[in-house]
């Protein structure tokens, strides 16, 4: 038997429904999604920012932005934090100043030489922890790496 409908058949096909799409949710600012897809808030990085810590050493290795410079801070900055003397002229001796108003020891960040700075500096930061971990009598191989 054929299939073929005749001109005087109904169609058998069932009407599909179509389906509405929600209205948009709209914020308490009155935006929907879609009108801020591809709007991002801006979320500044921490300033100075965190590169490196050893807790067991007491020292942690920051570089600041804002004022460009690569800073080091022995534990929490107070005078019975204060390294010993050989780190002291191992500082200065690779440029560091101390900053009174901060608590830290900081070097200034060249844009022509920032990259071979930081890579001082965390050299710098790598020597001094393992001179302040043998001072202290801590094994040298418990340091977390970079």
């Given amino acids: 038997m054929s299939r073929k409908r005749t001109p005087d058949q109904e169609p ?33 990085a921490p300033d100075p920012f965190a590169i490196a810590g050893d807790y067991v050493a007491g020292v942690s290795l920051f570089e600041s932005k804002r004022d460009r410079q690569m800073a080091i801070k022995f534990g929490e900055g107070r005078a019975e934090d204060k390294p010993i003397q050989p780190v002291i002229d191992k500082l200065k001796e690779a440029g560091y100043r101390w900053n009174p108003a901060d608590r830290i020891w900081a070097h200034p960040v060249n844009p022509e030489s920032a990259r071979s700075t930081r ?18 009598g801590v094994e040298t191989g418990q340091e977390v790496p970079f």
């Fill in 12 to 44: 058998t096909e069932t009407p599909t429904a179509v389906v509405e799409p929600p209205a948009p949710e709209a914020t308490p600012d009155g935006q929907s999604f879609a009108d801020r897809v591809g709007q991002r808030k801006w979320v500044p």
């Fill in 119 to 136: 890579i001082e500096a965390e050299k710098l930061y790598k020597a001094l922890c393992q001179m302040i971990r043998q001072e202290k």
